[in-house]
T-cell receptor, first 112, second 111 residues
């Protein structure tokens, strides 16, 4: 079993829709969680990070962590075609190395 | 632009060969992380250096090695290459926290 699981999609939505991207994780020692966006043939770009449980908002993006259910979510409001990319969730390994453990990524397509 | 540079962008080589991938971290970042991204395995952590010293190792093959130089740039050496080593190799840099900034990657094709 992978430590961070993510539905690969693809997820196709119309422009303006609210997008919900989700991950689950198995290691209860994970404390820091990140969302990266990766455009085709580019490096991952850090979108947001959250610590422990709770919500964090940045513009159209909201990251949510529910430690009780080991569930990580990213919500995108008013989605745009430029949001079309692969979204990777990640957790920081709890061994002080700061290495990241990634989910497999969800491919999102926002249709104009 | 993350501020992390990687060279070369593309590399095509034959099985059994050895290649070196180079990474320059963002200005001020002391940590360099190497990741491999393949279709079947996703993005996998290989190794981390912090200020010239190896800090953590992931699922890095014995045929692979890395180092970080005094100017903080890093090199990932891949030897005795196999077809299965074909992948995207990313370098990320950070200041010693969970925030990591990725370079554009090197696409390695082994034929």
């Amino acid at each position: 079993q992978k430590e961070v699981e993510q539905d690969p999609g693809p997820l196709s939505v119309p422009e303006g829709a609210i997008v919900s991207l989700n991950c689950t994780y198995s290691n209860s020692a994970f404390q820091y969680f990140m969302w990266y966006r990766q455009y085709s043939r580019k490096g991952p770009e850090l979108l947001m990070y959250t610590y422990s449980s709770g919500n964090k908002e940045d513009g159209r993006f909201t990251a949510q962590v529910d430690k009780s259910s080991k569930y990580i979510s990213l919500f995108i409001r008013d989605s745009q075609p430029s949001d079309s990319a692969t979204y990777l969730c990640a957790a920081e390994a709890p061994d002080s190395s700061y290495k990241l453990i990634f989910g497999s990524g969800t491919r999102l397509l926002v249709r104009p | 632009d993350s501020g992390v540079t990687q060279t070369p962008k593309h590399l095509i080589t034959a099985t059994g060969q050895r290649v070196t991938l180079r990474c320059s971290p963002r200005s001020g970042d002391l940590s360099v992380y190497w990741y491999q991204q393949s279709l079947d395995q996703g993005l996998q952590f290989l190794i981390q250096y912090y200020n010239g010293e190896e800090r953590a190792k992931g699922n890095i093959l014995e045929r692979f090695s890395a180092q970080q130089f005094p100017d903080l740039h890093s090199e990932l050496n891949l030897s005795s290459l196999e077809l299965g080593d074909s992948a995207l190799y990313f370098c990320a840099s950070g200041g010693g926290s969970y925030e990591q900034y990725f370079g554009p990657g090197t696409r390695l094709t082994v034929t």
